[in-house]
Every structure is written in C-alpha cells, then in structure tokens.
C-alpha cells in the first residue's frame, strides 16, 4: 500500500527559477508548496529553457529542455516514463513551448505512460486554428485539467467540448502574510508618512502603467504625498526585442507630467520575501492592464491575498476576484477614472479599510498550505481514474506515425555564408559562395519563405527578423515599378541583367510575399509586403507558365489567411486554380496523370497548388485531381528498392527515355510540401509515409546510400551524380532541406502554419 496517495513520484513540466517569468514563480511555488504538504512524495521538475546556456537549476530540476528542440521533448517522454513517475503535472502557457503554438509539448504528452494533470494558465475565447488544435489535444491527453476561474471552465466546456467533471477550480496560490498596517513596511523603502500606490510584475506595454501614471497630476493635487511605486524588470522577451523602451517612456511622461517625483521605479527582479513587505507597505493596489481576456494574474491574486485596496481594469479574472466589493473596478485607458477611483479610497478611509478586510478573508482559501492541498486531491482524483480506466484508452511510450524521426537540427550556418547585406548569393564553389554567379530573386524570394517558417519555430527571432528584411529588401529591389514585374538575375556588382524575369520567379516572389504578409513579425514588413502583393499579382493574368500559376496560388492561400476578404486576390486564386485544373483535364489519361506531357522541375508544387485551392475554395474537384496527380507522381518517383528517385535535372518527356539523374533537391522538397498539403486535407496517414521517403533522400536513403545534407555545415550539395554527389552547395539546394526540415517540424506537430 502507498498510504495515503496513490503515487509517489510528481514530475512538474514548465519554466522554472531563476528564470525570470511568471510561469516559473507559480511552479517553484506549487511544488514546493506540495513538497512541505506532503514530504514523503518525490517532486522533480522538467524546465523549458528559453536560451541556450539554460540557467543555474536548483536541485529540484533534474531534466532541462531546449524550448525549440523537438528531441528534447521525446527525450523527456522518455525519461519520465524510465524514472518511474506516477503522475506529471504540467504548467501550460502557449508561449513557453517550442513548435506553431507551443505544439512542441504534445511530442512529450503523447508518450508519457502516467497520469497527466494540466494546470491552464491561458484559456483562449479566439484561438486560431493552430492554438485550438494544441488545446484540444492538451485536454484530452490530460487526465484532468485544473483552472483558475470559473469563467475558465466555461470557455473550456462551451469553446473547447470539455465536459465539466474533468475540470478542477483551484486558485492561484499567494504567501500566507498577516494583515497588517501598510505603515508598518513603509519605512524600508523610505516612504514613511507617505500615501503608497504599488504596481508590481515584469514590465511590458500591455500592463497600463503608463494610464496609471496619467493619474497621477490629479491625484497629487489632491494628496501631495502620494508616491507611486512601480516594481519589476521588463518582461526579458520585451527587453530582448524592445530594450528598457517601454520603461522609458514611462519616465519621460512622468517628467513631462511634472509628477517624476512622486514615481520611484525598482527596476529589479525581488525575492518572495521582498515582494511581501512591498505589499505590506502599499494602501492601494493598482492593475491597470489593457488586455480584458486576461484570465488569470498572479500579481492581482497576491495583492488581494494579502488585504490590499485594488483599483484595476476588468479583465476576466480581476472581474471574477474583485466581485462583491473586495475591490474597485474601472474602465479601461481612462486615467480619470484612476484617478478619481483613487481619490475616493484614500478620502474613504474606513470603506478602503472594510475593502481590505473582505479581500483578505476570502484570500484565505487561497494561501499556498490550501492550493496545495487541493492539487494533492486533483492528483489523486486522477491517479484513480486511470487506475479504474482500461490502459488501451491511453498512448504508447513509442509512437506509431511514421513522421516519428529524428531530425537533424536546423543549422543555418551555410545560410549565413551564402548571405550578404544584399541578398542571398546563387552558387557555391564547394562551400565557399561564388560571388561570379551573383543573386537571383527566385533564391532571395525563397529564402524569405525560409526565414518567416522559421522564426515561427526557432528562439533567435532577432536574427531572423533581420534575415526576413534583408531577403524582403531583395524582393523589394527586384521589382520593376515600370512594367509591374519582378527581375531575377543581379550582378554581385548590383547591376540587374534583365527589365523583367521569368514567369517561374515573378510567381516565387508572390508566394514569398503572400507568406510574408500571412507571417510578419511587424506593421513594416506587413506594409511592404501587402503593397509589393498587389502590385504584382495584376501581371499574372497574362502567364502562360503553370508552375507561375502554382506559386501564386500558394501565395495568394497564405496572403487569404490574413486577408480572406480581399476581393482581387481571390479572383485571381479562383481564376488560376481553374486554369490548372483544366490544364490537367485536357493532359492527363490513365497511364500519364498529369497537367503536361513533360515532367520537369518542381513538379509536385503543381499538385499542391491545385490541392490547397481546392482545400480553400471548397472545391473537390480540384482536391481530387491534385490527389491523383500527387498519386501517380509519387509512383514515377518511387524506385524498385522502394527509396524516392526524383526527376532528374534533364526532364521526362512523355513517351521518352527517362534518365536516371542528375537529381536535384528541389524535387523531394516539393514532394514533401505536397504530401504535407495532402494529409491536411485527408488525414491520411500514407502521405506522412511519403513525407518521409522524400526526406530521407536528403539523408541518404538514395540511389547511391549518400547523404546529400551537409550535417558540417548545414548547407546540401545541389545534387546527385551517377559517380557521387554534387560539391557545391548553393542557395537552391540548401534552402530547399532547410525547407524541408521545417515542414517536417511541422508536420510533427498537429498545426498547419501554411
């Protein structure tokens, strides 16, 4: 018998100290909370690292994970599973996952044999279909779900489907601090015989301060010896991307204001202890935040915990908390009503002070010793009910899907060599870029696919933002404003060799920029790319080549996923879907599936194109001819030993000799995007194999067993000879593994970033 619980052994999944985030404070406080509760269990964390280096982990971690590593995921799985853990808690948080919406951990739930428990920290009312898909999946890998409100549980069951009994309520736990005179604390921060406002947490634009401190002038004149006390570091994140922008601006409108002296600023990072004689010494409590979807602060449920008069704005979770008057609500951005909420509490002094002491009796369920308590019944809630379930009802620690692989890590290394400040060079001599050969916009619009997919996935979003502007710069200069089309080849010596390009690479950069547009990290790269979209896409109308129209197809699927009422572009996705299709009508016959008599270079875009469009217009039809275009191509390509064998560089004309090589990469990314398209639409597991075949060409599983990814440098060799590989890794080459990769990446994961 185990006594009194039914497990032994809790892993904990989330950040965790000295990482410097709110998720990170709640678990090292849940689990030391439930540690003190129940000594005799073992409590060991999993925490999610967002910087390579990791951080100085007490002894209560013993298994660290890089965020953006999707190995690490499995290996935690496995670890878990190995050290006999009885149940896993996890802390979710979209943001602290790797993968499209943190989809990331879902390579970890699925494998775990125990009991999972997720505390959601986030409950969103309009989730986008990749958050949806990793929610869901969340709640029902989970043995049962813990919240923290009761409107939480609503979204949950009204938005999500989850039944009601497999939901807890419990509160977010705060320090268990008497009730005191807040003139007690003020002397330690030299605020004695002064009227104390506090706002605390990681500072960051969405928190309000700034409406706060335009309260402040009012409040002054009214009571001279206010001080407004703003506690915390900005959020890393917002310093990584932003800098001390944001707390800046809040000091020079403190100056302008004339109020810079009653707003002291603690830029630190403060222990639970400091923070408790912080709160001990404030009178009011200020959460002026801007976001009403809010569904949970940390910050508020200390300060109501611990007794203080709270004024904040209504978001969800200060509504649910604040009800029946254990604090003051008031609009959103409106500094007056700060200020004149303010004004009454500080002129009411026995109402602000029967404020408190309603805040602080109901704070009492909410105490760590009790919310420790109440997970412990949540565990052991769901260590039964699996014990009582059939075990077949649960995944196995291996899974099944053949996208299950170990992948190579995304290095762009070679990347970065083959890039300057103009752009993304063409060729290669070996490894070393030949500069003779100069840059394409075919490369540069490719490249800029690759750095927007990325930045989706990867943690270094600094780098790829400049990588995104550098290749959409490229893309920006190729087009010819005069005659509405984009040119191709440029000199190293930036002189353009042409007025316009090929039909093939004005169709590329619209794929590129509908992605960008779809993808864009900010309002400038957004701008740029919408107005070079509609620019031009008029040429289009006019193109002749199919795979043009595929490239624009794909490009305009991406731009409608931001922009689905844009009338002219989808004119232009309908009028072009038909044109393929019915170019594969009039092509294709029992033994040559296909939309021309010659097989030639990035085939299987054709099959995509028309695929997606259906998938977006609602058509089967052009579903089911992609399909069976994408069947038969998949056939041709498929060697006797069962390995994939690309079209070669030369073609296949239709009653011709086909030759054996030279294979390119760009065949088996394109046949890997395709199938990706495919099993969006059907679900079916058979294209994740062919997914897979096509990748492995890249590793070796080719007509010569040779690798064709260079794993020294993260470049690919442009191609496979008779007598071996290619030497040179160009921009094609490498940008179509990278390609691959991250689709692959995705595909592992239940969202669609396409």
Known sequence: MLGKYTFRKLAFIGTYVPRRCGIATFTADLVEAIAAEAPELDCLVAAINDIPEGYPYPERVRFEVAQNNQDYYRQLAEYLNMTRVDLTCLQHEYGIFGGPAGSYILTALRRLRMPIVTTLHTVLTEPDEHQRQVLEEICRLSERLVVMSERAIRFLEEIYGVPAEKIDLIHHGIPDMPFVDPNYYK???GVEGRRVILTFGLLSPNKGIEYMIDALPAIVQRFPDVVYIVLGITHPNVRRE?????????????RELGVDSHV?????YVTLEELCRFLGAADIYVTPYLNPQQIVSGTLAYSLGVGKAVVSTPYWYAEELLAEERGRLVPFRDS???ANTIIQLFEQESERHAMRKRAYAFGRRMVWKEVARAYLDTFQRASSERRRGPAVLYPPAASSDPLDIDLPDLNLNHLLTLTDDTGILQHARRTVPNLNEGYTTDDNARALLVALRARELESDKLLLSRLIRRYLAFVDFAFNRQNGRFRNFLSYDRHWLEEYGSEDSHGRALWALGYAVNLAPEEGILALAMNLFAAGLPAVELFTSPRAWAYTILGICAYARRFPGDSNARRFRELLAERLFQLYQANASADWRWFEPVLSYANARLSEALIAAGRELGRQELIDAGLKSLEWL??????EHNHFIPIAHTGWRRGG????FDQQPIEAHCMIEACYQAYLVTHERRWREEMRRAFEWFLGRNDLGLPVYDYTTGGCHDGLHPDGVNGNEGAEATLSFIASLLTIRSAQSPTDNR
């Open 187 to 189: 002397d330690l921060f």
């Open 242 to 254: 932003q800098g001390e922008e944001y707390r800046l601006s809040l000091q020079r409108r403190a």
């Open 264 to 268: 002291i600023f603690h830029n630190r």
């Open 336 to 338: 007056g009503a700060l």
């Open 634 to 639: 998949i056939q041709v390509q498929t060697s």
């Open 657 to 660: 000799t086909r030759a054996r």
